[in-house]
């Protein structure tokens, strides 16, 4: 008679290796980022002239207590390495949810309520994407004046059509549905369609992105304190690092290469956990 | 007066002159059941959802009166006419699978609407979903309310949103196509279980289907839609034993038959499509929108 249960609710995706090695990288960067003052064995911005270009520890004329060296002001690359890690990683958190928040928003509005509403937004996307980010980017922090939180209004002024534009034509596929029209039949306004029954089918799309959008930050913060207009540069950063790093790259590689390949290593990470959550929490893919 | 009455009732695209529906009247009392029938395209489905007030939006209406138990829908603000069609009337939907909200949980999609727009406490809904998941023949119906819909089969999300249309005790049912995504097998349990339904609680229904067989087994009358013309609206005895229309008498001739599952299959005629069309012509040809 009835059909019993059947056997998809018994089937859980597994989470994969690079979720859980992504997930562990940016883990060790979180914790490292919030005892910085703790673990760091140097002051990031103590300078000793006499220990300049020491090379790291496992090298011939290593300086005990310097484990990745020095750069060419005597300062200790890593203990710069974890304080630069805060500054990457509040740009990456609050530049990525404002992104998200704002961009999603408008998206969703677009995307669900069409008409006049998604004319509007949509034309903004397509002006807004008419502008070549990096000059952008560099006019805005020129007109706001260097700081963190320049460089988020940056990011956020620049990237929200990312997610506009992609959780648009989600809103716009799930409007289409029957749920949604079973919904108006039985009475529910249009806001609270687009909050209760729209909103939850996008926000895995909204979750990857966010994660992509974050690895995205840390590399502009990075672009911009190369070019030296990020924050005061007192403060160390991945992309000043880096930036310095460049003049000096035949004689200390590792004031370069060290904080080059963290930047790698943490926006891949942020990808790849997008990636993984999405298989993971995307009810269409389950 | 019939619970549904729809008057004359002419749909276009907006900006255009051409109908999507030409002067459809149509009517379905309490515990009738009415067959809507016709090729795709030919606006059935267009009908429903007029009723329900779900048109697409490139779609007006041009002309006429939909009553919905006494009132006239298209003469109350749109507010007061959703109330209306959320109390009254409810959408058995064609695909089950695109009907549920896939992230979900299938207990509030079916207890939602009692308690935020009918104003239910929530143990009274989640009770009344739970004794109408049991009607519709779910086994364990207490865990099928913790589940998502990727969860389930076709077949169970199909029983699931004829009990979730049944839940606040509409008057008017309109099914569209409800079987049509499902496989043959199914198809009859839910045809059973919808007519089942149907006379247990005394709804009026519309059911909107392609295939003339199953109109033979769920209703007592049928209309039957070309190009948006209504070109018949009899009782479905009389119809069998022998429709009025020539179309209609060429749609059911096309119909394959089980007992010749080898014989070719007869196509509408041209002159009768012709002569149907030219009808249709003359129906244009008399109105001003």
């Keep these: 008679m009835a059909d019993v249960m059947d056997g998809r609710g018994a089937v859980r995706r597994k989470g994969g290796l690079r979720l859980w090695l992504s997930a562990c990288w940016l883990a060790v960067v979180v914790v490292v980022a919030l005892l910085a003052p703790w673990v760091a064995p140097h002051d990031p911005l103590a300078q000793d002239l006499f220990l300049g270009r020491m090379p790291p520890v496992w090298m011939q004329g290593a300086e005990p207590g310097y484990y990745l060296g020095t750069d060419s002001l005597g300062r200790d690359v890593l203990s710069r390495m974890i304080h630069g890690a805060r500054i990457a990683l509040a740009v990456a958190l609050f530049a990525g949810v404002i992104t998200a928040l704002l961009g999603a928003s408008l998206g969703l509005l677009a995307g669900f309520m069409r008409g006049w509403v998604d004319l509007v937004i949509s034309r903004l996307i397509d002006i807004w994407m008419a502008f070549p980010p990096v000059l952008f980017s560099i006019l805005l922090i020129a007109v706001l004046g260097p700081g963190l939180s320049s460089i988020i209004i940056a990011i956020v002024v620049i990237d929200w059509t990312r997610f506009a534009r992609v959780v648009r034509a989600e809103a716009m596929a799930q409007g289409a549905m029957d749920y949604v029209q079973s919904a108006r039949v039985a009475g529910r306004g249009r806001l609270g369609i687009m909050l209760v029954e729209v909103l939850p089918n996008v926000l895995p799309t909204v979750i990857v992105l966010l994660t992509l959008e974050m690895g995205i930050a840390v590399i502009v913060e990075a672009i911009l304190s190369f070019v030296n207009l990020s924050i005061s540069t007192d403060d160390p950063t991945w992309g000043g690092m880096i930036s310095e790093g460049r003049a000096s790259i035949h004689q200390a590689w590792w004031v370069l290469v060290f904080p080059l390949a963290t930047l790698f290593l943490t926006v891949l990470a942020f990808s790849q956990l997008g990636e993984g959550l999405k298989d993971r929490f995307d009810p269409v893919l389950r | ?289």
């Design chain 2, 1 to 289: 007066m019939s619970f549904l009455e729809v008057r004359d009732l002419s749909l276009r695209i907006k900006g255009e002159q051409t109908r999507l529906l030409r002067s459809v009247s149509l009517s379905v009392s309490v515990g009738e059941v009415r067959g809507l029938v016709g090729e795709s395209g030919a606006g059935k489905s267009m009908i429903g959802k007029a009723v329900l007030g779900i048109l697409p939006r490139a779609v007006e209406v041009a002309g006429g009166e939909i009553w919905l138990d006494g009132q006239n829908l298209l003469a109350l603000p749109v507010a007061q006419r959703r109330r209306v069609i959320g109390a009254k009337a409810a959408l058995i939907p064609q695909d089950p699978l695109t009907a549920l909200n896939p992230s979900r949980r299938i207990g509030p999609q079916i207890t939602d609407r009692l308690v935020d727009i009918l104003g239910w406490a929530r143990n009274r809904a989640e009770a009344r979903a739970l004794e109408l998941l049991e009607e519709v023949q779910i086994a364990d119906p207490a865990r099928v309310m913790r589940s998502y819909p990727h969860e389930l089969s076709g077949g169970m999300r199909q029983r699931i949103l004829i009990a979730s249309a049944f839940a606040a005790e509409p008057k008017l049912i309109v099914a569209d196509e409800p079987t049509t995504a499902l496989d043959v097998t199914v198809q009859k349990q839910i045809l059973r279980l919808i007519k089942g339904m149907q006379e247990r609680h005394g709804t009026a229904l519309l059911f909107v289907t392609h295939d003339l067989g199953v109109v033979s087994k769920v209703c007592q009358t049928i209309s039957v839609l070309y190009a948006g013309l209504m070109v018949e609206d009899s009782a479905t005895a009389a119809f069998y034993a022998g429709p009025r229309h020539a179309y209609s008498r060429a749609l059911l001739a096309a119909t394959p038959k089980y007992t010749d599952p080898l014989g070719s299959l007869t196509p509408v005629p041209e002159a009768v499509i012709a002569a149907v069309r030219a009808e249709v012509a003359a129906a244009d040809g008399g109105w001003h929108g």
